[in-house]
């Protein structure tokens, strides 16, 4: 090619442009608030945003978009932007700060969600609450990462949310490379609150889902996930090609805790599933949740696979009616691996097959409680397994024992360190290798591994750091008590919490004095060594408060009932409001009335902040006054120097 000097000149000075550009690029961060404009706003920390949606729109690669601190009421709110790999947008709290995004007042139809994140890539949704989606008779879900036509939504994380309070799914995930991560998600699901939608049709508190091409999504992860008291499935691999279920628990779900639903090429490991005896969703069919399934149901939208190339390892499954099962045969499945999980008290069978063709099969290293039904047992090795209730007599199993497995504490208060193997147990070094390198602690598993989802080590043992602290948010100056909660007989300990503070005490107290959220490390160590435990955003310190926003008198008159009870009244409705005037639901509020009655009330505001209070009745009425004499509510000392009005009148008649 040939190129004239001066097109050169000019190559070269686009070539210099565009690499200045490069250089003096930076991240911008963009706001919204509660109390924000879309229309008058900037995106700026003193002119901020009121939505998601609008500060998407804006943002470019790199950017971080902070919520404020408050509620944003009303939520129906959305996300579509797309970042790069090595600049993903984030959204996330303001720090010291808690955005809650409340879908009250909201007007919703079936499948809607608070939070939608459409056609959007290499985007993080870190440490929303997500909540209240009414009547939760409706499907309505919190946040649903999907796709409305290609380009589909990839590279999306959504992770430390909480979730709750809905009658549809938590967290969906739709699309390619998408992650949910250390959320809590409950009380989800509640259009099947007491069974109401009979014998199927649930929802899923954390699920991925066929795209809207009818393709599979694709290389989906559920990670650190603590999903409870769910009327539905608690974590769902739905038409899902490459998945990575890992380190979750899943506490008293309704029908299943963790499904792989027309889903290949799955790796479900070091999870937890277990039911509490006064959390038990027994109106389904009379039986607690299966701990693990597998399954090809039937969708109009899909044509069922075979269930294949899936690893269940080191996982714990307590009180669930199968612990482990293949259900609904309407396809083939072929190379499941079934290896070192411990399966405690099940209603029915610990383990079971329903037919199905089948081959590469191998159920090896388990600790299994209950029976076993297999309807196909020429499609599986089955070996080296403990039985505790007997080894099945359906099929081979050489190498297999029936034996107590002397678990430490295999009660629902032990979960999980209670179903480690004991000293002396027969499940230490008798089971054989097949590649799992560690089990659900992390420990190194031997040349000749012991069975179950623990390796026994005998003797003293490095500590395992772990602890708690109380409270852990509030008002400066917060003080804060930490515990240690490690195992192992640490012998010393080492804290840093966060503000340049540390302490060697194993159960110190400290003082943080600014607003800010504080990252907390725990080490613990003994003569074999030492393990730290590190909770990023563990304290948060904000100048929370609370004061009256408003109080609403309304006259009214009462003419029935016995004589000595008819007059006039009147009724108040009281408006909490926090720091920020945003509403504050579960304040405790006091009043007393004046004028022509007398008397004193309390009561608490509901999710709208509101809370209302009916005055005495006086047959010929005069002034009603209602004064707010106080508010409480824990971690919002009242402020009666920031209300609106603290009382009020009204001539009735």
């Known amino acids: 090619m040939i190129v004239r000097r001066g097109s050169l000149a000019v190559v070269l000075c686009i070539c210099l442009m565009v690499l200045l550009g490069q250089c003096v690029a930076s991240a911008a961060s963009i706001y919204i608030a509660p109390t924000g404009n879309d229309t008058t706003g900037n995106g700026s920390i003193s002119n901020p945003y009121r939505t998601l949606a609008k500060a998407s729109s804006v943002a470019v690669a790199g950017d971080t978009v902070y919520a404020r601190g408050g509620t944003y009421l009303a939520t129906k709110d959305s996300i579509s932007c797309n970042g790069t790999a090595g600049n993903p947008i984030t959204f996330t709290e303001y720090p010291g700060e808690q955005a809650i995004f409340d879908g009250t007042g909201a007007s919703f139809t079936g499948g809607d969600c608070l939070v939608n994140v459409a056609n959007s890539s290499y985007v993080v949704i870190d440490g929303f609450e997500v ?4 009547p939760t008779t409706l499907k309505v879900n919190g946040i649903l990462v999907w796709d409305e036509g290609p380009p589909f939504s990839t590279y999306v994380v959504v992770r430390n949310c909480i979730v709750h309070n809905l009658g549809g799914a938590g967290i969906g995930l739709i699309g390619d490379q998408l992650t949910a991560e250390g959320n809590e998600v409950y009380n989800v699901v509640l259009q099947n609150e007491n069974g109401a939608m009979g014998s199927g049709g649930w929802n899923v508190a ?12 694709t290389n989906i992860t559920f990670r650190n996930n603590y999903v409870h008291e769910v009327w539905g499935e608690g974590i769902d691999a739905l038409c899902t090609f490459g998945a990575t279920i890992e380190g979750n628990t899943v506490a008293n779900a309704y029908s299943v805790s963790i499904y792989l639903d027309n889903a290949k090429d799955v790796i479900v490991r070091n999870n937890v599933a277990y039911t509490t005896p006064e959390n038990e969703r027994r109106t389904k069919d009379g039986y607690l949740p ?20 899936v690893q269940t390892y080191n996982n714990l499954i307590y009180r669930a009616d199968r612990g482990i099962e ?20 099940p209603e029915r069978n610990g383990f079971e097959i329903q037919s199905g063709t089948s081959s590469g099969n191998e159920l090896k290293d388990n600790i299994i409680y209950g029976g076993y039904a297999n309807a196909n047992p020429s499609a599986w090795v089955t070996s080296y397994n403990c039985w505790p209730n007997g080894v099945p007599t359906v099929g081979s199993h050489p190498n297999s024992f029936a034996a107590d497995p002397l678990l430490v504490n295999p009660t629902g208060s032990g979960i999980p360190d209670g179903f480690k193997l004991r000293s002396g147990s027969p499940c230490i070094n008798t089971g054989t290798s097949v590649g799992i390198p560690t089990d659900y602690w992390g420990t190194a598993r031997d040349a000749n591994p012991d069975i179950g989802f623990h390796e026994y080590v005998g003797g003293p043992v490095p500590p395992n750091a772990d602890f708690s602290g109380n409270p852990r948010s509030g008002n400066p100056p917060l003080t804060v008590a930490f515990t240690d909660l490690s195992t192992g007989s640490p012998t010393s300990w080492s804290w840093t919490f966060g503000d340049g503070g540390t302490s060697t005490a194993q159960n110190p107290s400290h003082q943080y004095t600014a607003v800010n959220s504080y990252t907390v490390s725990l080490t613990a160590t003994n003569a074999q060594g030492s393990d730290t435990e590190t909770k990023p955003g563990y304290i948060t310190v904000a100048n929370q408060s609370c004061h009256v926003g408003s109080i609403a008198l309304v006259g009214k008159y009462k003419g029935t009932g016995a004589p000595s009870g008819r007059g006039y009244y009147a009724e108040a409705t009281i408006t909490a409001h926090d720091q920020a005037c945003a509403v504050l639901a579960g304040v405790t509020v006091n009043i007393t009335w004046s004028g022509c009655v007398s008397g004193t009330d309390s009561g608490t505001t509901n999710a709208s902040g509101q809370v209302v209070f009916t005055s005495p009745v006086n047959a010929s009425g005069g002034t009603f006054t209602c004064t707010v004499t106080n508010l409480t509510k824990s971690g919002y000392p009242y402020n009666s120097g920031a209300n ?10």
């Open 206 to 217: 954390i699920k991925s889902n066929v795209r809207v091409d009818n393709a599979a999504s």
């Open 131 to 134: 909540r209240n989606a009414f």
């Open 644 to 653: 609106h009005e603290t009382s009020k009148s009204i001539q009735n008649p």
């Open 290 to 309: 299966t701990g693990i399934l597998m399954a090809s149901e039937r969708y109009t939208q899909w044509t069922e696979i075979d269930i294949s190339n």
């Open 326 to 345: 293949f259900w609904r045969a309407a396809k083939s499945y072929n190379n499941l691996k079934i290896y070192h999980n411990t399966v405690v008290a």
